[in-house]
């Protein structure tokens, strides 16, 4: 099964620090595209950083970027100088090349702390 | 502004009734997706339309119904089938995810189905 695991159900993390989330995937395809999907407390889903899997360059949003391990089918994303409003639930997906069906992890509730 | 709009916010549903979620999208989105989330368990597809008229299931399409007789709507009827229908639903849409480019999947706002 083609499966997508967040390992780490809660995290916190001072304001201003750096802080870390895990995501690994499962699948035999080597074209894909991978996701950080940002869920606050309003529930609208919110696209943080995309990663395609052909790219060996990661990908990087102003403080959010990420560590693509292609091998090790890891997808980490990172949060630099955390803000208050970054509080949310992280959901990390993906979807094969010409597929539809886009595959969540169970997510991950980040809570910074003031 | 373009967005997608899902209404209601909240519904109360009782057993063995069967109810309508509203999506709509001005975004001139080809394909369209219903998800539902439960705590711990993230968003599972439900089912998606990637044009007019023709639509597939999902991982838990059973005890759902939609229709696509417009690009810009997508209802997804919850029927007295689904044993356990309390959950969030969310609606997405996207240019066909998965094809390249700046693919990404844009969502509504919600609806919150509580069955009493």
């Known amino acids: 099964a083609q499966t997508v695991t967040q390992s780490q159900p809660e995290m916190s993390v001072q304001e201003a620090e750096t802080v870390t989330l895990s995501c690994t995937y499962d699948t035999s395809e080597s074209d894909y595209y991978l996701f950080w999907y940002k869920q606050p407390p309003s529930r609208q889903m919110i696209l943080v950083i995309r990663?395609?899997?052909?790219?060996?360059q990661n990908a990087t949003e102003n403080r959010f970027s990420v560590n693509f391990q292609k091998a090790a089918k890891s997808f980490s994303l990172k949060i630099s100088d955390s803000q208050l409003g970054d509080a949310a639930m992280y959901f990390c997906?993906?979807?094969?090349?010409?597929?539809?069906?886009?595959?969540f992890g169970q997510g991950t509730r980040l809570t910074i702390n003031p | 502004d373009g967005g997608i709009t899902q209404s209601p916010k909240y519904l109360f549903r009782k057993e063995g009734q069967n109810v309508t979620l509203s999506c709509e999208q001005n975004?001139?989105?080809?394909?369209m997706y219903w998800y539902r989330q439960d705590p711990g368990q993230g968003l599972r597809l439900i089912y998606y339309s990637q044009i007019v008229n023709d639509f597939q299931k999902g991982d838990i399409a059973e005890g759902y119904s939609v229709s696509r007789e417009k690009k810009e709507s997508f209802p997804l009827t919850v029927t007295s089938a689904q044993k356990n229908p309390t959950a969030f639903y969310l609606c997405a849409s996207s240019i066909q995810l998965g094809t390249g480019g700046r693919t990404e999947a844009f969502f509504g706002q919600g609806t919150r189905l509580t069955v009493v």
């Open positions: 975004l001139n989105h080809d394909a």
């Open positions: 990663q395609e899997a052909y790219k060996q």
């Open positions: 997906a993906w979807i094969i090349q010409g597929a539809q069906k886009l595959v």
